[in-house]
């Protein structure tokens, strides 16, 4: 049988044998895409093949390609392509949990987003959207003014959710008094978003009042 140009390297050289042997640090790109690949098709072995994807698709460019992209590429198809889709998010995860993106945990993360409000003389009502790691893809202002149900509707609360993709929204709100006791229609208001939350499948984890000197969160207090 013919011996292809990856089976004629000395087995020192093999790429899962060179990690072995000096760690990933010395491999090149094409030989640490080699071993995520594992083959490659008839008439192009899997360095052959992992070389021609590098010097086509360079540095990081090559995990710019959507699923589509890389899945359209010859030798990769659907299976590959997720393999290194998956390979390269866990590696992003691991060098920067939150993905540059703020994470809102805590009533006082809440708060560090909207410190512009919290002395201002009218209420402003702002949505956090958050993906399901938590971590802060938007922020909306949705209404300035007295607080009521004709001025914070629902359809305004989700519509940018919708938009962003976004698995959950925290709801906030200034109280100009200084007194962040929740009104009866801040009460009711909550409940009114949050089963339309439900009825969306978006969760709301928390509505925080906020004051120059305090805040009030819905969630610690028992309420949502």
């Known amino acids: 049988m013919k011996m292809s140009a990856f089976d004629k390297l000395h087995r020192i050289e093999k790429p899962r044998e060179k990690l072995a042997r000096g760690g990933a640090g010395a491999l090149k790109d094409e030989e640490l ?12 072995d899997v360095l052959a093949l992992s070389h021609e994807v590098t010097k086509k698709f360079p540095g990081k460019k090559l995990f710019e390609l959507t699923f589509e992209e890389l899945s359209a590429i010859k030798g990769i198809g659907e299976t590959r392509a997720a393999t290194l889709l998956a390979a390269w998010e866990l590696a992003k995860r691991q060098l920067d949990p939150a993905g540059g993106k703020p994470v809102i945990q805590t ?29 802060l893809l938007h922020r909306e202002f949705v209404s300035i003014g007295t607080l009521n149900a004709s001025l914070v509707h629902p359809r305004e609360v989700f519509e940018p959710a919708v ?14 008094s200084g007194d962040c ?30 004051a ?9 207090s028992g309420r949502l």
């Open 212 to 220: 120059e000197n305090s805040r009030y969160s819905f969630e610690e």
């Open 163 to 176: 938009r962003c993709s976004a698995a959950a929204v925290v709801l906030v709100h200034n109280h100009p």
């Open 33 to 44: 895409l080699a071993i995520l690949l594992r083959t490659g098709y008839k008439g192009k």
């Open 107 to 135: 009533p006082e993360d809440v708060c560090n987003q909207v410190t512009e409000i919290r002395a201002r003389k009218k209420e402003h009502f702002v949505v956090l959207y958050l993906n399901t790691r938590n971590q």
């Open 181 to 210: 006791a929740p009104s009866e229609e801040d009460r009711a208001l909550t409940r009114r978003i949050q089963e339309a939350g439900r009825l969306l499948g978006i969760d709301v984890l928390d509505h925080v009042i906020v």
